[in-house]
């Protein structure tokens, strides 16, 4: 029984891309595919075979309650201002990709605010914690997402496609990644990385595709606590490798990159 309000109006069937109609449970498309409404409200819009346990690292049950309590510190504020920032201005959908449990979505001023994840648990937490907002799980390298109806879509240290990001974007619509930079959280990281993917996504250049580039850097003081829970948030291939460690005081370094439909 969706309010009116409630109607997803950028979600796209997964199976066809046609736009949804609401009926008494969820929605269907055109041609018929249906998908019921959680009890929290989020739509599951994830097709398609199942996941490789590398397809969502760290986003267990328990590292996304570490998520929560850490970015309920406030520590990571200045990262979620600058994000709001760069989006301000813009009243139509804005779609957050790899949304987690919502917090820098919830941190945005936007009077339509759509997220997707690929973690059901992180969108039940989302949906729970930020009804105002619209969840659905699906997979952000071919996004449930209608084409050209996102005046905004972004992605914060999410796995994201530049490719997907142009087809929903309107018309003069802009994206806005963060990224790691080359010293993000240097302190808690294996002394070596053995993977080449997380070394290529810390950068000391803007990120590619960018029109606007701001790096932020600043450093932070944290209880034992706050630092397990940082730590719980990180990538897996850190919190195995033996060398690594949660520690208190810690760099932030990350890119807060932008640019348009093109
Ligand atoms: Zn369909």
């Given at each position: 029984?969706?309010?009116?309000?409630?109607?997803?109006?950028?979600?796209a069937?997964?199976?066809c891309?046609?736009a949804?109609?609401?009926?008494?449970h969820?929605?269907v498309?055109?041609?018929?595919?249906?998908?019921?409404?959680a009890?929290?409200?989020?739509?599951?819009?994830?097709?398609?075979?199942?996941?490789?346990?590398?397809a969502?690292?760290?986003?267990?049950?328990?590292?996304?309650?570490?998520?929560?309590?850490?970015?309920?510190t406030g520590a990571?504020t200045?990262?979620?201002?600058?994000?709001?920032?760069?989006?301000?201005?813009?009243?139509?959908?804005?779609?957050?990709v790899?949304?987690?449990?919502?917090?820098?979505?919830?941190?945005?001023?936007?009077?339509?605010?759509?997220g997707?994840?690929?973690?059901?648990q992180?969108?039940?937490?989302?949906?729970?914690?930020f009804?105002e907002?619209?969840f659905?799980?699906?997979?952000?390298?071919?996004?449930?997402?209608?084409?050209a109806?996102c005046d905004?879509?972004?992605?914060?240290?999410?796995?994201?496609?530049?490719?997907?990001?142009?087809?929903?974007?309107?018309?003069?619509?802009?994206?806005?990644?963060?990224?790691?930079?080359?010293?993000?959280l240097?302190?808690?990281?294996?002394k070596?990385?053995?993977?080449?993917?997380?070394?290529?996504?810390?950068?000391?250049?803007p990120p590619?595709?960018?029109?606007?580039?701001?790096?932020?850097?600043?450093?932070?003081?944290?209880s034992?606590?706050?630092?397990?829970?940082l730590?719980?948030m990180?990538?897996?291939?850190?919190?195995?490798?033996?060398?690594?460690?949660?520690?208190?005081?810690?760099?932030?370094?990350?890119?807060?990159?932008?640019?348009?439909?093109?």
């Amino acid at each position: 029984m969706a309010e009116v309000s409630k109607v997803p109006s950028i979600f796209a069937c997964p199976h066809c891309m046609q736009a949804f109609t609401p009926t008494a449970h969820g929605v269907v498309c055109p041609n018929g595919h249906t998908f019921d409404r959680a009890r929290e409200g989020y739509l599951n819009l994830l097709i398609g075979g199942r996941l490789t346990s590398d397809a969502v690292p760290g986003d267990t049950p328990d590292s996304l309650a570490a998520r929560r309590r850490f970015l309920s510190t406030g520590a990571y504020t200045p990262i979620a201002n600058a994000l709001a920032k760069v989006i301000e201005e813009i009243d139509g959908p804005v779609l957050d990709v790899g949304c987690g449990e919502g917090y820098y979505l919830s941190q945005i001023h936007s009077p339509h605010k759509y997220g997707i994840d690929i973690a059901k648990q992180g969108i039940r937490m989302a949906s729970k914690g930020f009804p105002e907002a619209h969840f659905a799980v699906g997979n952000a390298y071919r996004l449930p997402i209608l084409d050209a109806s996102c005046d905004a879509v972004f992605s914060v240290f999410a796995p994201h496609s530049h490719v997907e990001f142009q087809r929903v974007l309107s018309t003069c619509g802009q994206w806005v990644t963060v990224t790691p930079g080359a010293h993000h959280l240097q302190q808690m990281r294996p002394k070596r990385d053995s993977s080449i993917v997380e070394r290529e996504l810390r950068r000391d250049e803007p990120p590619e595709h960018a029109i606007h580039a701001q790096r932020i850097q600043f450093d932070l003081e944290l209880s034992d606590a706050s630092a397990h829970d940082l730590f719980s948030m990180t990538p897996l291939i850190w919190q195995t490798a033996a060398d690594a460690a949660p520690v208190t005081q810690v760099s932030v370094d990350v890119w807060v990159a932008s640019g348009f439909k093109s």
